[in-house]
């Protein structure tokens, strides 16, 4: 069975502060990796998609993929109240990147 | 920016009617999706369609389910019969290609209610 595996959380951090959440995967297979936002009742929205090993960063957001590991983590630096949401991993095959499987989701919360 | 539009945003049904869900992907994509998010579970994965046919699917897509593209624009999805447990939040998606630098894009989902 392919899994993506998050902490539910909630991880609460203080506002201004770095948060991470991680990710780990048990499918070898996997090439693509996602990061998804998910506020209550709505549809996940995307932050950052990674395939390389090390880091990527898109402004306040870095992914980090270490595919020895088959770990996959999300750091936000100075969070806002505003980036609290679930935070789902998602995994995907080569060439089949629509299909992808998703981790639980991590709850953030920010506090003012 | 373009966007994947879902109707109903909330669709209340009964117990073995058939509902159809409905979608407009963004329209130079090519795959299209749907996906379902139980309350407090996660996103699953339902169906992927190409070229006007289902190229893979999961368990969860029965016999009860059935997907279509109608048009040059509308994707659906129909559940025959519907089950309690059906009762979920459908998203559709749809991608430009299936290659690296495509990812998925969700419509705003509609929440199936069935009592």
């Known amino acids: 069975q392919k899994e993506v595996e998050q902490n539910s959380g909630p991880l609460s951090v203080p506002e201004g502060a770095i948060a991470s959440l991680n990710c780990t995967y048990s499918?070898?297979?996997?090439?693509?990796f996602f990061w998804y936002r998910q506020y209550s009742g709505k549809s996940p929205e995307l932050i950052m998609f990674i395939y390389s090993n090390g880091d990527k960063e898109d402004g306040r957001f870095t992914a980090q993929l270490n595919k020895a590991s088959q770990y996959v983590s999300l750091l936000i630096r100075d969070s806002q109240p505003s980036d609290s949401a679930t935070y789902l991993c998602?995994?995907?095959?080569?060439?089949?990147?629509?299909?992808?499987?998703f981790g639980q989701g991590t709850t953030l919360q920010v506090k003012p | 920016e373009p966007e994947v539009t879902q109707t109903p945003s909330h669709q209340v049904t009964q117990m073995g009617q058939e509902v159809i869900l409905r979608c407009v992907p963004i329209s130079n994509h090519l795959y299209f999706y749907w996906y379902r998010q139980i309350l407090g579970q996660k996103v699953e994965f339902l169906v992927s369609?190409?070229?006007?046919?289902?190229?893979?699917k999961s368990e969860i897509f029965d016999d009860q389910f059935s997907v279509e593209r109608p048009d040059g624009s509308n994707f659906t999805l129909k559940i025959r019969s519907t089950k309690l447990e059906d009762s979920a939040m459908y998203f559709c998606a749809s991608i430009v290609t299936g290659g690296r630098n495509s990812p998925l894009h969700f419509g705003n989902g509609t929440r199936l209610t069935v009592t």
């Open positions: 369609f190409y070229n006007n046919e289902i190229s893979e």
């Open positions: 998602a995994a995907g095959r080569s060439g089949n990147t629509g299909k992808l499987i």
């Open positions: 499918d070898r297979g996997s090439q693509s």
